[in-house]
């Protein structure tokens, strides 16, 4: 119904994003009875009636049919439901610091320290005794350590890309809408590319387009080019996989 009155109106999806301030990706979905972008149905019922104020048609009767169709409208809420004062709540007891633990911590670090302090003589001695035995004179000027050679990496095979990959790329000739997403319903993508721009995105097992001005795109699927999905100002949806290059 939106749909059809803006149409009658004479409004494209531009004109009305400007003039509402809503983004054309949202009402691309709202238009299809898609309301997953808007947030909630508290935004939804907003964005429906700001559009219906645009094309004419009444607002209030407009927000009815959404809650009809999406659950009715919402239920108030009791004060007492939220504000539950007669609960208590219980605090922790401060407790003082334990004295008797950090004494005996501090007594143990000084014992520590007094045990490295009465053997450091004897480290010293020990580690002459290890450099004599290498042989490594006491005035020997430092060497820096070999460096590792990178030569076998470098001549390491490249991995092989992995198989199944779909690889899309659209070019807009024109602004037009895209809803891009996989094989699994992952949204990729979703809003207008702009003119001039061009994406390209990538996916296992399958790619799915919904175009919104199929004579504004140019498509190139796994490096073929397979021109305008569509005519001007056509709406179309496509699915590319792996192998086949054809849109079905």
């Not at 439901?81 to 008797?100: I, S």
Request: charge should be positive.
């Amino acid at each position: 119904m939106l749909a059809t009155a803006r149409r009658a109106r004479g409004l494209t999806v531009g004109q009305l994003s400007a003039i509402t301030r809503i983004r054309e990706a949202l009402i691309y979905a709202i238009e299809r009875d898609d309301f997953s972008l808007c947030g909630g149905d508290f935004y939804a019922r907003g964005h429906v009636k700001a559009i219906s104020k645009v094309v004419g048609l009444d607002p209030t009767a407009m927000v009815h049919l959404y809650d009809e169709q999406h659950g009715g409208a919402p239920q108030p809420v009791r004060a007492a439901a939220v504000f539950q004062a007669d609960k208590r709540v219980k605090l922790r007891e401060r407790r003082g610091p334990n004295w008797t633990l950090a004494l005996g911590v501090a007594l143990a670090i000084v014992v520590v320290f007094g045990v490295m302090r009465a053997m450091g003589g004897s480290d010293e001695t020990h580690m002459t005794a290890v450099k004599g035995d290498h042989g490594v004179p006491p005035n020997a000027p430092f060497t820096d350590p070999p460096r590792r050679n990178h030569g076998a990496a470098a001549g390491q095979k490249p991995k092989p890309k992995p198989k199944n990959m779909v690889v899309v790329r659209v070019k807009a000739k024109r602004a037009s809408y895209l809803n891009v997403s996989d094989a699994n319903g992952k949204r990729l993508f979703a809003g207008t590319l702009d003119a001039g721009k061009s994406s390209t995105w990538k996916s296992k097992s399958a790619v799915k387009m919904i175009i919104g001005d199929a004579g504004a795109v140019l498509l190139q699927v796994n490096g073929k080019n397979l021109g305008h999905p569509g005519g001007k100002g056509e709406m179309v949806s496509r699915t590319f996989g792996p192998s086949t290059p054809r849109p079905r």
